[in-house]
C-alpha cells in the first residue's frame, strides 16, 4: 500500500510539472533548420587567379610618358618674352619625355651657339642668316613654324601713324627724333638696320639714334622712358602693352606694311658636325611644333587673353 501511494504521488508531481511548463511557453518551438556552411574567403592570390581583370578606361590606360631628357634650345627673346615657351615647355614634356631648356637671346647669338654646339636645336627668326646657318653645316633643315608681324611704336605726336614703313624711317632721319635700337644683332636688330641700309641712310648721323643692346621687352620699357619710337615684334609688344608692370604709354605708329612679316624657323644642329649634341630630341621637337595639334596652341596662344594670336602657326604651309 505504502508503494503505491508513493507510485501515485510520482505521478501527480509529473502531471503538475508538465501543466506548468505547458502554461508558460506553450509547444516548445521546432529548432531552426540549419544555415548551409559560408564558403571560407578567398586570398588575394586565389581571387586574382579566378577574376578577370577589368578593363581599363582611356585615363588609366594612358600611363604618364617616361622622362628621357633635356634638350637644349637656343632662341629669340620674343619667343620668351610672349610666354609662349612658358606655355608650350610644360606640354611637350608630358607628351614627349623631353624637357625643353633654352637660352633666350638675340638671332645672331642664338645661331652662334649653335655654330659652337652648345645647344641641341635653335628657334629664331631670321630666315637669311638661318638659311646660312644650314649652308654652312651647322644646321640640318630649316623649318617654317609660325610667323606675326613688325611694327613701329612711339609716341602719336609729331609724327602720324601709318603704313609706310620707309616715309617714317625717313622722317625719324630728318627730323633727329628719338629711336631706339636694340643694337643686338637680333633678328629685330636685323630687320630695321636692313631698312636704314634699303634707304641708304646711316643712322647713327642722328644724335637722337640709342641702342639699349638688350632684349625686346627691355628695349620697349627704354622706348617708353625716353618718348622715343622703336621696331618691335607684335607678340612682344601685346604682351608688354597688356602686362607690363608699368603703363607703356606708346602706340603704334607704324604697321601694316607688306615687307614687315616676321617669320620664325626652327633648325637641329648638325649631329655629324656635333656628335654630343640631343639629334633625337631634337628631331623630336621639330616633329611635335610643326603637328597639326601644336601648331592649333599656337594659333590661339593669347587670344583669350589680348583679344589676337601672338603669333600665327604656317608650319604646313
Known sequence: MKKQRQLLATLLAGAMLASVVTGCGGKEEPAPAETPAEAPEETPAEASE????????????????????????ATTTSTADTGLLDYLAPIFLEETGWELQWSAVGTGEALKMGENGDVDIVLVHAKASEEEFVASGFGVERFQ??????????????????????????????????????????????????????????PSENPNYLESGQGMGATITMADEKDAYCLTDRGTWLKMKNDADVEIQLDIICEGASDLLNQYGIIAVSPEKYPD?????????????????????IGNYGVDQYGEALFTPNANE
Open 50 to 73: 579566378e577574376a578577370e581583370a577589368p578593363e581599363e578606361t582611356p585615363d588609366e590606360a594612358a600611363a604618364p610618358v617616361e622622362k628621357k631628357g633635356v634638350l637644349m634650345m
Open 277 to 297: 649634341v640631343n639629334n633625337e630630341a631634337a628631331n623630336t621637337m621639330i616633329e611635335w611644333i610643326c603637328s597639326e595639334e601644336v601648331q592649333e596652341l
Open 145 to 202: 613654324v609660325m610667323y606675326n608681324d613688325f611694327v613701329v611704336i612711339g609716341p602719336t605726336e609729331p609724327v602720324a601713324p601709318t603704313e609706310d614703313i620707309e616715309s617714317l624711317f625717313k622722317t625719324i632721319q630728318e627730323d633727329q627724333l628719338t629711336f631706339v635700337s636694340r643694337g643686338d644683332d637680333s633678328g629685330t636688330d636685323k630687320k630695321e638696320k636692313g631698312i636704314w641700309k634699303k634707304l641708304e641712310l646711316d
